[in-house]
């Protein structure tokens, strides 16, 4: 295996600003159907926030 120097890879803000952009949109896409569907509520809103931001990490990180 070679032995590469070290370097540190440095992340693009384009995908820390698409990570945020989705993160947004899926959140408000998850409020507007939690509304359709009748589920209003805090519970049904905290994990519609954690997905958004499962998802917006997923972005983030996956565009190295």
Known sequence: MPD???SRRRR????LIGGVA???CVLAL????E???GYDGVAASVVGA???GC?????RIADL
């Open 30 to 33: 998850w409020i507007g159907i």
């Open 50 to 52: 954690v997905v958004a």
């Open 55 to 59: 998802i917006a990490a997923w972005i």
């Open 4 to 6: 590469f120097p070290a």
């Open 22 to 24: 989705v993160g947004i």
């Open 12 to 15: 693009g803000r384009a995908s």
């Open 35 to 37: 509304h359709e569907l």
